[in-house]
């Protein structure tokens, strides 16, 4: 076992009414597709998991065998390929689609049934007493589209989760080569879902999504299967995530030019289009609730958030704590003097 803990610093502070009540520490980097690095926090350099934030990367390799082509995929379901959605009518709806176009059965989905991430739907299907199935898991555009992978190798979509089966081999290949690392290199374990996920360094996936941002340093098939994937994801931001949801609002709020990708553990990874980088970090504890105030102000440091993205996405920047009954008794902050520092650097 490698015994490699990440390190980062306390960037962001949780209020209860005028004291801070707890502390996130969060590692930073930005990076260009060449590997220059525009910022760094915290150490950068220990293998990660990147959790759902690798999903453009699982998605663009997909894209990139043809599934699109040979079974006629539209903006919304390459953007569920990509997501972790919240169950909402509109999602399950294009996961049926991919199944449907690929001519594959529901019951192939490995994923696992679970609740949907929105409380409105959730809170109807316990009204209606019915059990969420396997279409609510928020990975399940994921897996509908390695199935159809699957398909189109001609391969046995049983043990579709294994590493080894040829669409995983597929994936990681392209993730490894967008990463620039070995295949052989990469850190594996099991994701929530069951399938292979992979740890780099904060370092590298910066690289990488700067990639995604610029199609810089790639291979003119994998740079297309990005450029789709992003395509479809800023047409449609909201089968990327749902209602609500950070990583939608954040492509809205931006009109594309950031696309940014959340995954459990306190990961995100967001393309700068603009900018031309890559913005990657990692709460340490893992706590979900620091994220999108490290984005946003990161973000900002970088220079990619007009005054009416910074007013769209005011409620993410600075999130309120609620007690029970919905009062208002704090809120979530990132701290000023390490903000601060990353702006030097930047600069």
Do not use: W
Not at 139 to 161: E, F, Q, R, T
Not at 231 to 240: G, I, K, S, T
Not at 281 to 309: H, M, S, Y
């Amino acid at each position: 076992m490698l015994n490699l803990r990440p390190q980062g610093v306390p960037l962001v502070d949780v209020l209860r009414g005028e004291l801070v009540e707890s502390v996130h520490n969060v590692a930073v980097c930005a990076s260009d597709p060449h590997g220059r690095s525009l910022f760094e926090l915290g150490d950068v350099d220990i293998p990660v998991y990147l959790r759902s934030s690798a999903k453009p990367f699982i998605a663009a390799a997909i894209v990139s065998a043809g599934v699109v082509e040979v079974f006629g995929l539209d903006a919304r379901e390459i953007a569920v390929i990509s997501a972790t959605h919240s169950g909402e009518s509109e999602h399950i709806d294009a996961v049926r689609s991919i199944l449907q176009k690929a001519g594959i059965a529901e019951s192939a989905l490995a994923c696992g049934a679970d609740q949907p991430g929105n409380a409105a739907v959730a809170r109807r299907l316990v009204e209606r007493g019915e059990p969420a199935g396997v279409l609510y898991n928020n990975c399940s555009g994921k897996h509908a589209g390695i199935l159809a992978l699957s398909k189109l190798l001609g391969v046995d979509p049983a043990g579709y989760l294994d590493r080894h089966h040829p669409a995983q081999v597929h994936i990681l290949a392209f993730c490894a080569r967008v990463m620039g690392v070995a295949i052989e290199s990469l850190h594996l374990g099991i994701d929530g879902c069951g399938i292979p996920v992979i740890a780099v360094s904060l370092r590298r996936a910066a690289r990488a999504f700067a990639r995604f941002a610029t199609l810089e340093d790639v291979t003119e098939t994998d740079a297309q299967a990005l450029l789709t994937v992003r395509q479809a994801v800023v047409a449609e931001p909201f089968y990327l995530a749902g209602s609500g949801c950070f990583d939608t609002a954040l492509i809205e709020a931006t009109r594309g030019r950031v696309v940014g990708k959340g995954g459990v553990e306190g990961t995100h990874a967001s393309a700068l289009i603009e900018r031309g980088c890559g913005l990657v970090l990692k709460v340490i504890d893992g706590n979900k609730r620091a994220t999108p105030p490290v984005v946003i102000a990161f973000l900002k440091t970088l220079q990619a958030l007009d005054p009416e993205a910074e007013r769209f996405l005011a409620e993410f920047a600075e999130p309120l704590v609620r007690n029970v009954a919905g009062r208002i008794v704090g809120r979530v902050q990132v701290s000023l003097p390490y903000l601060e520092r990353s702006r030097e650097v930047a600069s």
